[in-house]
């Protein structure tokens, strides 16, 4: 009985199981549930577009960034539900959400996803996954603000290459997209762009990271 139970909750299972991939299959073959296509412009925000009181999306190709009260909370990159986090919480939320290059989103409807969610027990127990993990991004987000400016920098670069970084040809340096300026950089890593351009600079001599045409490139062996 307890291997059963396990098997049921274990939380490797679960993610194995029912991922993003298995949500969005199975909102899109749902009977029960609607969804539009929108795009929204790169450098506009997502409120002049959509409604995320009312709406759930899924980002299927763009890059955004999440910010709370001019505090940077994440990137958002391509194949990557927006909103799900707050799934039942309808209080109004002061998120904003900036479109970094052109974004096409899947919407759905709250309630439909919520209903969709809840009546299938791996889709409970994959949110509460989801909602925890949440949790444990702000935590490194916050304890990676407590690290010197250039550790602070060199991180964000790491993160970057693994989500959206283009590698080269030769496999050795991969390029940051152009459409993380100095001055996103620097809202991401809570530095000034003035310390971003600084910290890069002792970074390039110290062959981490090079620059071209203002596109941020990092040298695979620096990347974790």
């Known amino acids: ?25 199975e909102l899109l073959t749902s009977s029960l549930v609607d969804s539009t296509t929108i795009m929204i412009p790169k450098n506009r925000y997502f409120d002049t577009v959509t409604d995320t009181q009312e709406h759930i999306y899924y980002l299927e190709h763009g890059i955004a960034h999440l910010s709370y009260e001019n505090e940077s909370l994440a990137v958002l990159i391509d194949h990557q539900f927006i909103g799900l986090g707050t799934v039942l919480d309808f209080q109004e939320k ?3 959400i900036q479109a970094y290059t052109d974004c096409e989103l899947l919407m759905f ?39 010197k400016g250039s550790v602070r920098l060199l991180k964000t670069f ?3 290459c693994h989500a959206c970084g283009d590698i080269s040809k030769d496999g050795y340096w991969v390029s940051i997209p152009r459409c993380f300026t100095i001055k996103r950089i620097a809202d991401m890593t809570n530095l000034s762009p003035r310390s971003v351009s600084d910290f890069s600079e002792e970074l390039i001599a110290k062959k981490i990271i090079k ?9 695979t062996k620096n990347i974790e």
């Not at 274990?10 to 299959?25: G, S």
């Not at 709250?110 to 949110?127: A, C, I, P, T």
């Not at 620059?211 to 040298?219: D, L, N, R, T, V």
């Open 158 to 160: 790491q993160t970057l």
């Open 109 to 147: 409807d709250r309630k439909q996803v919520m209903e969709l969610l809840f009546s299938m027990q791996e889709g409970m127990l994959y949110h509460y996954l989801y909602e925890k993990d949440l949790q444990k991004a702000l935590l490194e987000k916050i304890d990676l603000l407590y690290q």
């Open 94 to 96: 002061t998120f904003d």
């Open 1 to 25: 009985m307890y291997t059963e139970l396990d098997q049921l909750y274990n939380m490797d299972i679960i993610r194995t199981n029912f991922n993003q991939e298995k949500l969005l299959h």
């Open 211 to 219: 620059k071209e045409a203002g596109q941020f490139i990092i040298h």
